[in-house]
Structure formats: structure tokens, C-alpha cells
Nanobody
Framework: QVQLVESGGGLVQAGGSLRLSCAIS????????MSWYRQAPGKQRELVAT???????NYGDSVKGRFTISRDNAKNLVYLQMNNLKPEDTANYFC???????????????WGQGTQVTVSS
């Protein structure tokens, strides 16, 4: 089974930084798109950032200029560098991998369990 494990969350003061990591393991032929999502209590899960295999990135409007997503294709790792954190960034952060289980298969989405980020004022 493919497994995604996030790490790096914690409690930080506003203006601080954190770097989240997501490790993907298990049998998967190719990981195409990696993403970070977040969900705060009472709110919908929102897309934070995505990165393709070529390194192309997209960011949610609320994090542009502050967050940076990166990936290591060889190690199946995805990172989210979060700078100038704000209380509004407080949420459970989830990584997602969109990949192909086999050369003949269609893409499948995989989710991690999440890591909590709390930003204090």
C-alpha cells in the first residue's frame, strides 16, 4: 500500500517559519503531482500549493510570496517551506500525491494523515 507521512508541524509564533515534509512510500510507478492542502476547524479543505514533476508550481492566493513547495523525485519527498506565518495559517496540513500505480494504470490520489500547524499571535 502507498503511504504518505507528513512531519514538521508544530506551534510557532506569528512571523515565524516551519518546513513541512511528506514522505511517500510503497509501490507506485510514478508520482505526477504533489500537493499540500490544509483544513482548519469548520472550514473546507483548501489547496495550498501544487508541484508537478517538472517543478512547475501553483499556490493559493493566501500563501503566495510566503510559502514554497518543492519536491525530490528520486526520494519521493515533498516539502512546504512556510515563512512569515500568520494565525490564519493555523490548520491541519495534508500532503497529497497524484500518481500512477502501474504503467498501464490511471492516476490515483493518495492522502497523508496530516500534521498540525498552529500559529500564535
Amino acid at each position: 500500500q502507498v503511504q504518505l507521512v507528513e512531519s514538521g508541524g508544530g506551534l510557532v509564533q506569528a512571523g515565524g517559519s516551519l518546513r513541512l515534509s511528506c514522505a511517500i512510500s510503497g509501490r507506485i510507478f510514478r508520482i505526477n503531482v504533489m500537493s499540500w492542502y490544509r483544513q482548519a476547524p469548520g472550514k473546507q479543505r483548501e489547496l495550498v500549493a501544487t508541484i508537478g514533476r517538472s517543478g512547475s508550481t501553483n499556490y493559493g492566493d493566501s500563501v503566495k510570496g510566503r510559502f514554497t513547495i518543492s519536491r525530490d523525485n528520486a526520494k519521493n519527498l515533498v516539502y512546504l517551506q512556510m515563512n512569515n506565518l500568520k494565525p490564519e495559517d493555523t490548520a491541519n496540513y495534508f500532503c497529497n500525491a497524484l500518481g500512477t500505480p502501474a504503467p498501464w494504470g490511471t492516476d490515483v490520489g493518495y492522502w497523508g494523515q496530516g500534521t498540525q500547524v498552529t500559529v500564535s499571535s
